[in-house]
């Protein structure tokens, strides 16, 4: 007998049913948070899979293929993690609805691998018994087994199988351990649970009364706690270590995505230079090179240069992630998230969104609260992103002249930055408030949360989590920057005369400006800045390419640096305008287009883009006005 | 007949201190379902800036909890654990 024979239990009634007359098509992993689920995905499916959104909700569909024993296809679901199938939030809900064959665009599943973790084996079955109520031929994993058996614990799986009515595998995802068993069970013919007796599934004490029971009957004995564990608790989550530690963390995620980051980024961008140079090269010139290369390409080129910075920001959550730590960082960030009435799990990707707010707004997803979540997508865009930053240099540059202040500790150019990086800070905070006291407000969230025991990360599971958002990234935002940026190209080459682009004032592009003029012109900016506040939709740093294309045209600002043509027709008063402009306003498609697919309607990302641009606008007017009285 | 025991809520009970979980309010669902039920036994173990949230090793496993869901769950007055002291 094989060993992998011998790890599947059958119950004694269900072991003559081994011969195949039909098989599997469609088996769903269902199991509770932390239980290893997605890495036994990941083992199982490799890279056969992709990741979708289900359609409707906001929840992630990941859909793989794994291989049967004779090389067979069977197409395996994973589901979110829940803790039982009330259908209470987004994710319970998601899961039922597939599990029931109620998704549409999935199919129902035939199967159901019950993942479960063998070391915390007693409050985990409590899923056994909705999930074997459901009738589908189901497969109930007991992963980490290997922990089990190394922290003393115990678990005769023939027996549980008997309590069950179904199979019963010891495995460990992560050590591959079980695998060829549940392969097994995966080309093996589909056969129902046996009856067994299931407490009332409504009843949560008795569904956890049970779970109790039929451990205790299947000789379950729980393992001593992992000592590494303990150890690092005692220091992470330490009254006053844990958020020193804490802090070090964030700076050093902050610090490492800008360090390691920015010069693959350097490289990226010039390496997409390099290409652009090159088909302009090979293209005949006119009009459709202008359009095709410094219209399209570079648009797209200025957002793809960030996939560098999104994919080492994914690789240092996924790292934080599964290794458990992130679920101490969201305990010791809780009480200041509390305080603005958010989830501790928000910090996360308010965090990110300091590098970008797309990869930010995807990060939001480990957030169950559906408003709590809502609220975290719609302030994230307030976090100052990497993009404001060449505006933010460009413009500071030109107008604060560099002094050392507070006894030459700070630049003067530094502190304003970091003044514009507190104002969004602040604003953000404020929203926050506003939101959650008003049509976001939720009484009914708990802060629950189990800390996993701290673990190795594996290369496999973050080099897929790395090479699934890098995928989205290029492919979704990648084509709606292409779409913009074309569309802007055309729009600054139209309407033609006698076969050639007119100037950019008679373009549609500068028609636009000088309908927008109005709207900037009292805060002092001309219709140029209009045009690029236009074009910075796109990404905010169009502004400066935008800006130099348009002095650059015009005969009395020709020949002179951006900075000194800045200076020459902005006041200081107009600049400190269109800098808190570019702090507050929503002035990225991709952010617009993440939101709009993340929260499944026009309706959010239309409020958050006319909340932020009336925020700033009006905060851009309260600035003029300051320094135009105060120190004008 | 033994006394009826003096019930306590969770976040009055002191850390390093075990004690068995006696009643938890209707409506706590999400609590339940993590496995905060009667009968099962709780410690906390780490306390977060101020006290907010909780951490408490329940059945072996550790589970964060906000002192607004904590204070729905009682439990039977702490038994005095020589070993960990005041």
């Known amino acids: ?632 | 007949m033994p006394r009826k025991p003096k019930l306590t809520a969770l976040p009055e009970l002191p850390e390093g201190q075990s004690a068995l979980i006696a009643r938890v309010d209707e409506g706590l669902v999400e609590v339940m379902e993590i496995g905060f039920v009667a009968g099962v036994r709780v410690t906390p173990t780490h306390s977060g800036v101020g006290g907010d949230p909780r951490v408490y090793e329940l059945d072996g496993t550790l589970v964060a909890v906000r002192r607004a869901a904590a204070r729905h769950i009682y439990v039977t007055s702490p038994e005095e654990n020589p070993k960990e002291g005041d």
């Open chain 1, 1 to 632: 007998m094989t060993s992998s024979a011998a790890s599947l239990s059958y119950p004694a009634s269900s072991l003559s049913a081994a011969v195949p007359s039909k098989r599997f098509r469609t088996v769903a992993l269902v199991g509770p948070p932390n239980s290893g689920k997605t890495t036994l995905f990941n083992r199982l499916t490799g890279l056969r899979r992709k990741v979708g959104n289900f359609p409707g909700v906001t929840v992630e569909q990941h859909l793989g293929y794994a291989k049967g024993v004779a090389g067979e296809e069977i197409a395996l679901i994973d589901l979110p993690g829940v803790y039982s199938l009330t259908p209470r939030s987004e994710d319970a809900r998601v899961t039922v609805d597939v599990l029931h064959g109620r998704m549409p665009g999935t199919p129902r599943p035939d199967g159901v691998l019950l993942i479960l973790d063998a070391t915390n084996l007693r409050r985990h079955l409590a899923l056994a018994a909705p999930v074997v109520s459901l009738g589908l031929p189901t497969l109930v994993i007991l992963n980490m087994a290997d922990s089990l058996r190394s922290q003393g614990g115990h678990v005769d799986p023939l027996a549980l199988a008997r309590e069950l009515g179904a199979p019963v595998v010891l495995a460990s995802a992560s050590g591959g351990e079980g695998l060829t068993a549940i392969t097994q069970f995966l080309s093996l013919a589909p056969k129902p649970p046996c009856e067994v007796t299931l407490p009332v599934l409504q009843d949560v004490p008795a569904c956890q009364t049970w779970a109790k029971c039929i451990s205790e009957s299947a000789g379950y004995r729980r393992p001593l706690p992992a000592i590494w564990t303990r150890r690092l608790d005692a220091m992470f989550l330490h009254r006053t270590w844990g958020p020193v530690i804490f802090l070090l963390v964030v700076a050093a995620v902050f610090q490492s995505i800008f360090l390691v980051g920015q010069p693959l980024s350097d490289l990226l961008q010039y390496a997409l230079q390099r290409l652009g140079a090159l088909m302009a090269g090979a293209l005949p010139g006119g009009i459709w090179k202008s359009i095709l290369i410094d219209g399209a390409w570079n648009g797209t080129a200025a957002v793809l240069v960030f996939l560098p910075q999104i994919m080492f920001l994914f690789l240092m959550i996924g790292i934080l992630e599964d290794s458990g730590y992130l679920a101490r960082a969201a305990v010791i960030a809780d009480r200041t998230m509390a305080k603005v009435g958010l989830n501790g799990k928000a910090f996360i990707p308010l965090l990110s969104a300091y590098a970008c707010a797309v990869p930010a707004i995807m990060a939001t997803r480990t957030i169950e609260s559906k408003r709590d979540r809502l609220a975290t997508i719609l302030i994230a865009p307030f976090m100052t992103c990497s993009a404001r930053l060449p505006v933010y240099t460009m413009v500071i540059a030109a107008f604060v002249p560099s002094r050392h202040i507070a006894g030459g500790l700070f630049g003067s150019r530094a502190a304003a930055m970091c003044a514009l990086y507190l104002l969004g800070f602040v604003v953000a905070v404020g929203t926050a408030r506003v939101l959650k006291s008003s049509i976001l407000r939720s009484s009914d969230t708990h802060f629950v949360m189990e800390l996993p025991p701290y673990r190795w990360p594996t290369p496999l599971s973050l080099g897929l989590r790395v090479l699934d958002r890098a995928k989205a990234f290029v492919f979704r935002a990648g084509t709606v920057i292409l779409l913009v940026s074309f569309a802007l190209a055309i729009l600054a080459h139209l309407p033609l005369r006698h076969g050639d682009a007119p100037d950019i004032q008679h373009s549609v592009i500068g028609m636009m400006g000088h309908a927008i003029e109005p709207a900037v012109a009292p805060l002092g900016l001309d219709w140029r800045v209009g045009v690029g506040l236009v074009t910075s939709l796109a990404a905010r740093e169009t502004i400066i390419g935008t800006l130099a294309t348009l002095y650059g045209v015009d005969p009395d600002s020709r020949g002179l640096e951006l900075q000194e043509a800045l200076r020459r027709e902005l006041s200081p008063a107009s600049a400190v305008a269109l800098l808190i402009f570019f702090a507050l306003a929503m002035q990225c498609i991709s952010t617009i287009a993440v939101v709009r697919r993340e929260t499944n309607s026009w309706k959010w990302p239309a409020l958050q883009f006319v909340y932020m641009s009336v925020v700033a606008y009006a905060a851009a007017h309260i600035g003029h006005f300051v320094v135009l009285h105060l120190f004008g």
